[in-house]
């Protein structure tokens, strides 16, 4: 048996990823089978009603062109990356094209993204529970935020593995949330990574990655009136700027935090139910050097645009989702070209909205369950599920 080990290892590998795709078609048939059953239920007219119906199940991975869109699709299904043993929850960018995801078995993968496929390069392990946000660090490094109350820092090597390297423990709850902001001194121009900690205890924490020190800790003090705070859990960060951080909580708001200053400078109030998701972005053609606007992602499925001076509500984008929003990317297109918003939802879908009319014109589908998060490389789109999938949209070659 030994000379036939590594061949009865490939069929055993062959095998499994058979047994995956069955089990992707399956959960769409399944997903099927009970959309019609609501759809047939006695006491109905023509249906439950749309708070009643599980989300619709998705056709082949296809991206469908709105009425009128130049040249027919514009962004193409590529590749599903498969083999995680758990719903993927969170996606960070990493330098050479990789990127991290992290997931509900509380495992990181690293994938390299190769033309229009990827190559899995290893698993980062040590958390105890769900891993729930990932980001980049500077130097080669990757924080990752877990439900077993720790935020681990990862030390990557070129190859894909890593090892952890420090480990913040002063938590008591999960981490739901991370984030990293530039603290600029006056005559900076880069100024000094920081990272930024969302948890269920409704703080949002500022860390000195080197030191594994807390600087400072926004939260609402009831002994303290002048403390201001978030009244639910952190669900979401942004960096918004030099010195800015936008946080998305439980309690319907965001907030928006001047990192020096040491205060809540804005609170957005509208959405109808907790903030999923944020983004900052600012417009290419009008040559923005930080972010102008700020996009956020709820539960009450919708995406609303902020004016980050002012705090002003510039437009809400509605109607398309069917379930709550959890991830948003930008897309910059060459002038005079403006930049389109990708959404990903719970509906198993992700949509492309039009910045400057705040019209949907793409729909992108594949998934077989909640689209969890999205974010946008140099001529792709990647997003990740609770279906265990990482999937590889392609953009047009005159966008890039």
């Known amino acids: 048996w030994g000379g036939d080990a590594e061949s009865l290892r490939g069929v055993a590998r062959g095998v499994a990823a058979a047994l995956e795709e069955l089990r992707l078609q399956a959960d769409a048939a399944a997903a099927s089978l009970r959309a019609a059953a609501a759809f047939l239920a006695p006491g109905t007219s023509g249906g439950a009603s749309s708070s009643a119906l599980p989300p619709p199940p998705p056709p082949p991975p296809s991206a469908a062109a709105a009425p009128g869109a130049p040249g027919g699709f514009a962004i193409t299904y590529q590749r599903?990356?498969?083999?995680?043993d758990g719903a993927i929850t969170s996606l960070a960018l990493l330098s050479g094209d990789r990127i991290a995801c992290g997931t509900e078995d509380s495992k990181i993968a690293i994938w390299a993204l190769e033309g229009e496929g990827g190559r899995f390069l290893g698993t980062l392990l040590g958390h105890a529970k769900d891993v729930n946000a990932v980001v980049a660090l500077e130097g080669g490094q990757l924080a990752s935020g877990s439900d077993d109350r720790t935020v681990k820092v990862w030390q990557l090597s070129e190859e894909g593995g890593g090892i952890c390297i420090d480990t913040l423990a002063d938590f008591q709850g999960g981490v739901k949330a991370l984030a990293t902001v530039r603290l600029c001194s006056e005559?900076?121009?880069?100024?000094?990574?920081?990272l930024v900690t969302g948890d269920n205890q409704k703080r949002v924490r500022l860390w000195d990655i080197p030191t594994s020190s807390c600087l400072a800790t926004f939260a609402e003090d009831a002994k303290d009136p002048t403390?201001?705070?978030?009244?639910?859990q952190i669900l979401c960060l942004a960096?918004?700027?030099?010195?800015?951080?936008?946080?998305?909580?439980n309690d319907k708001t965001v907030r928006l935090w001047d990192v020096g200053a040491r205060r809540c400078r804005a609170v957005l109030e509208g959405h109808e139910g907790a903030i999923c998701c944020l983004l900052a972005f600012g417009e290419r053609e009008a040559g923005a050097t930080a972010p102008t606007t700020l996009a956020s992602g709820s539960k009450d499925?919708?995406?609303?645009?902020?004016?980050?001076?002012?705090?002003?509500?510039l437009r809400q984008l509605v109607v398309h989702h069917t379930s709550q929003v959890r991830g948003l990317a930008v897309l910059a297109r060459p002038p005079p070209l403006g930049p389109l918003l990708v959404s990903a939802s719970s509906d198993f879908?992700?949509?492309?909205?039009d910045v400057a009319s705040g019209t949907c014109v793409e729909t992108l589908t594949g998934h077989t369950n909640s689209v969890t998060a999205v974010l946008s490389t140099p001529g792709r789109v990647v997003s990740c599920?609770?279906?265990?999938?990482?999937?590889l949209w392609g953009l047009p070659e005159a966008w890039q």
Request: aromatic content about 4%.
């Open 349 to 353: 879908t992700l949509r492309v909205w």
């Open 239 to 249: 960096a918004a700027g030099p010195g800015c951080i936008a946080s998305g909580s």
């Open 187 to 194: 005559g900076e121009e880069d100024g000094k990574e920081l």
């Open 301 to 313: 499925k919708t995406v609303r645009l902020w004016d980050l001076a002012s705090g002003e509500l």
């Open 385 to 391: 599920s609770d279906d265990r999938t990482v999937r």
């Open 227 to 232: 403390k201001e705070g978030h009244r639910g």
């Open 80 to 84: 599903a990356l498969k083999g995680q």
